[in-house]
């Protein structure tokens, strides 16, 4: 704007020298409409500069890690007859980054009709990233002066991560390992008294306490009832992520190990709760991850993520929220990405 009003100014100085020099009526039309200019100028941009809309629902709210993204911002002319011009720049970053890449767009709308300005960018780690308008110009009719607005809109593209299974072994003690739960096993008898697996005829030195004496005398022969597995979460997944270090290339690090190991245990069927902690709500989130669309899930829920900042009302939450829970193995991921089984790290993780 600088350049185009010090181009104004210009002109407008040259047409009063040319005004007092020569005594040409034509003269006195253009001066008269550059001196006039600013003040119609504003007056038109005070009536259109608001009338210029953006809808950015065209930028997808999903995308996979390594693969360029494809978005549109939609900029709508809501006036009845003005033909607009304007011009508006994105940024794009990642919410744990302070760098952000940004682009300008310049285009033109008749009345009552719209644009879309479609733009690509690279998906280099996963993660949450923020496409935000920050701001948008409409000019008047010469494109010398403008009316600028700060949009403040943004859509979040959750990127997810790339992921292997891992290599890890699940020892006897966590697949025998039987936990509180509200379901139960269709596949194999537990030691759970409140719930019957199945009811099969007595077997000869079988446990006498198992006898159903109901159904016995039904059926007129001993029959047993077999106690249920409860399908309890037998290893606990703690997600630790710190302000302190804490950086996107961090996240996305943790992002991939959570997903990893996440899937990896849900392929061998080993139920698993994975916890973290809200700092902003001041309680301890838990998803209980039991297949594969449950591993997704969580994936997708982590990608909110946010770091904490007080170590000390993070561990007496912790503690207060598994107070009185047992778990065959507990395993931390923390803000880099690393696996540590009680506090140690394994090159085979063996749970």
Wanted: glycine share 6%; with cysteine; net charge positive.
């Amino acid at each position: 704007m600088v350049r185009r009003g010090a181009g104004y100014l210009a002109v407008a100085a040259a047409a009063v020298y040319l005004f007092f020099m020569y005594n040409e009526p034509v003269l006195s039309g253009i001066l008269i409409f550059l001196l006039a200019y600013p003040l119609v100028s504003a007056l038109y941009l005070a009536a259109v500069g608001r009338k210029l809309a953006a809808d950015m629902s065209r930028i997808p709210s999903m995308g996979e890690e390594g693969r360029r993204i494809r978005g549109g911002i939609v900029m709508r002319n809501l006036t009845r007859r003005a033909f607009l011009r304007y011009e508006a720049e994105i940024s794009v970053g990642n919410s744990f980054s302070r760098k952000r890449r940004k682009r300008r767009f310049r285009g033109t709308a008749a009345a009552r009709t719209e644009e879309t300005l479609w733009f690509e960018f690279d998906t280099e780690s996963c993660g949450n990233i923020e496409v935000r308008l920050e701001w948008v110009r409409v000019y008047d009719f010469l494109g010398i002066f403008y009316w600028k607005r700060k949009a403040g809109q943004k859509a979040c593209v959750k990127v997810m991560p790339h992921f292997d299974l891992m290599p890890l072994e699940i020892t006897k003690k966590t697949r025998d390992f039987q936990a509180e739960a509200e379901e139960y096993s269709d596949e194999r008898k537990g030691d759970d008294p409140s719930e019957i697996y199945q009811v099969r005829e007595y077997r000869m030195e079988g446990p006498l306490r198992d006898i159903h004496w109901k159904l016995s005398a039904k059926e007129d022969q001993l029959m047993v009832k077999e106690r249920a597995f409860p399908l309890g979460c037998a290893v606990l997944v703690w997600i630790d992520l710190p302000e302190k270090g804490c950086s996107g290339e961090n996240f996305a690090r943790l992002l991939r190990t959570a997903a990893s190991l996440s899937i990896t245990l849900a392929q061998e069927k080993c139920i698993h709760l994975t916890a973290w902690y809200e700092e902003k709500n001041s309680r301890v989130a838990k998803w209980r991850v039991q297949d594969a669309e449950s591993a997704y899930g969580l994936i997708w829920r982590l990608m909110d993520l946010e770091p904490y900042k007080d170590e000390q009302k993070k561990e007496i939450c912790r503690r207060e929220a598994f107070l009185g829970w047992n778990f065959s193995s507990i395993v931390t991921i923390d803000g880099e990405g690393v696996i540590r089984k009680d506090g140690a790290v394994q090159e085979m993780l063996r749970l």
